[in-house]
Nanobody
């Protein structure tokens, strides 16, 4: 079983920055950050392969967000810079132990079996 606990959300003005953290327990192969705004589907933001550190981002956050890991602290991070009002959402940390999941995108929620409770990010204009 993998447990995930997010922290670091809050309210910020447009152009500001926030750093989200996700404390993890147990082995994982892949971890990701997702977000869900009211009335919208959950969207993959970024993911990282925990062994290699390989990262991938959705287009809307490239150049603004950075996903990273601290293996010694068993913690996943999402550094969010140049925040926009459209980044407002509940942000979730997710993880999975499977090394492959045939045909499923690594930014799809279906790729992940373990989820945190979420942390709210609100960006005002």
């Amino acid at each position: 079983q993998v447990q995930l606990v997010e922290s670091g959300g809050g309210s910020v003005q447009a152009g500001g920055s926030l750093r989200l953290s996700c404390a993890t327990s147990g082995y994982t192969y892949i971890m990701g950050w997702f977000r869900q705004a009211p009335g919208r589907e959950r969207e993959g933001v970024a993911r990282i392969l925990y062994g290699s550190g390989n990262t991938y981002y959705t287009d809307s956050v490239k150049g603004r967000f950075t996903i990273s890991q601290d293996n010694a602290k068993n913690t996943l991070y999402l550094q969010m810079n140049s925040l926009k009002p459209e980044d407002t959402a509940m942000y979730y940390c997710a993880a999975d132990r499977r090394t492959t999941a045939s045909g499923i995108s690594t930014l799809s929620p279906a790729r992940y079996n373990y989820w945190g409770q979420g942390t709210q990010v609100t960006v005002s204009s």
